[in-house]
């Protein structure tokens, strides 16, 4: 049997804007692109705990998780490497950021910035869900999320 990845992504809103970073020219999958915070779960590493994980590592933000908004599959640089993704909704809580190597730049903009940016097209359908879904819930809201490692 083939090895599935569990990639994830954590969209980030702060005072109505969204973190977004630019990825390294050294990186091998898209590098200069725009993007969120992505990342990897690792071995038996729970979900949520994994996304607020990379959210620390890539930018020593502290956030939490308001709801997953998006899920999916993709191959990630070719067929060797097959991705199940989940894509959380977060919201900053505190800190600056400092950009990971990761990166080589970072800034906050608007919604209607991101979904007009080429480099965010693989992410435009979790911020529209995003967009719809603060049309229908509290500003403090944040669901309940299974915290269960087997």
């Not at 930018?59 to 070719?78: H, N, Q």
Request: with cysteine.
């Amino acid at each position: 049997m083939k090895e599935v990845y569990v990639g994830m992504a954590a969209i980030v809103e702060k005072d109505e804007k969204f973190l977004i970073l630019k990825r390294s020219p050294e990186r091998d999958f898209a590098p200069n692109a725009w993007e969120v915070i992505t990342g990897r779960l690792e071995a038996e590493e729970n979900p949520v705990k994994g996304i607020l994980r990379e959210i620390t590592e890539e930018t020593e933000l502290e956030a939490k998780v308001i709801m997953p908004v998006d899920t999916g599959f993709f191959y990630r640089g070719g067929k060797e490497f097959p991705m199940v993704f989940i894509s959380y909704y977060c919201k900053y809580i505190s800190g600056e950021v400092k950009t990971s190597w990761e990166h080589t730049q970072h800034k906050w903009v608007t919604m209607e910035e991101v979904l007009e940016t080429e480099d965010l097209i693989h992410f435009h359908t979790m911020f529209r869900n995003i967009k719809k879904i603060k049309e229908y819930i509290p500003e403090d809201f944040s669901l309940e999320i299974s915290n269960i490692n087997v």
